[in-house]
């Protein structure tokens, strides 16, 4: 009796990872930092300029996919969507709190040169190299990689210069079972990890 009791456990726990999601689910991706920085308006200026960021992924629809154990794909959306403005209205944020003011701004060729036609003590833009999670059922588990990769774009008006800083985290983790909750914290912790550790030195 026990016997038949542990398979069957067995057979619904395999059930449940292999078939559990199914379509497209949206990720509320959010910066949400550990860390205060009380130096931040001193380091970049008052007054913050946004330049459109660019997502320059090959596939700009979804930001990862999951794999049960039958081979069907399951994928997640950015929400906001798409994804640069989920990063940009999540930055904007953060520096308000900071106290920083952040305008958006058309565009901007990235040159130190056209820094002097900028009104705003510094720009900001960012390209989206990568922003991927991939998970894959097992029968008793599930390997999530993400990989996370951007390219951030700090032009300061006063001193005339643009840093260029490439900032990245690839973080893998193996799980029971894979949930859209899950994947979610997953990423929205690879966006603290960077953007804390980039805005504790931006330059």
């Known amino acids: 009796m026990k016997s ?3 398979l069957t456990l067995i ?24 860390k205060e920085f009380s130096s931040l308006q001193t380091k970049i200026g008052p007054t913050l300029a946004m330049a459109p960021f660019k997502d320059e992924r090959p596939d700009t629809l979804y930001v990862g996919v999951h794999t049960n154990l039958h081979g069907d794909s399951n994928y997640f959306k950015s929400y906001p969507f798409p994804l640069e403005k989920a990063i940009k209205e999540s930055l904007s944020d953060v520096l308000f709190r900071n106290g920083v003011k952040v305008i958006s701004i058309p565009n901007w060729d990235g040159n130190p040169e056209s820094l002097k036609d900028i009104d705003a003590d510094s720009v900001l833009m960012i390209e989206i190299k ?7 059922a097992s029968p008793f588990r599930t390997n999530i990689k993400t990989t996370v990769q951007l390219v951030v774009h700090l032009g300061m008006r006063k001193e005339g210069k643009v840093y260029t800083r490439n900032v990245g985290v690839e973080k893998e983790v193996t799980a029971a079972r894979s949930t859209p909750q899950r994947v979610e914290m997953i990423m929205n912790q ?11 030195n931006p330059y």
């Open 11 to 34: 057979f619904l726990g395999i059930f449940a990872f292999g078939c559990a999601m199914a379509g497209t689910y949206s990720l509320s991706l959010r910066y949400q930092p550990l």
């Open 4 to 6: 038949i009791r542990f």
């Open 130 to 136: 990568r922003f991927w999670t991939e998970g894959k």
């Open 190 to 200: 690879i966006l603290t990890d960077i953007f804390d550790s980039y805005f504790s």
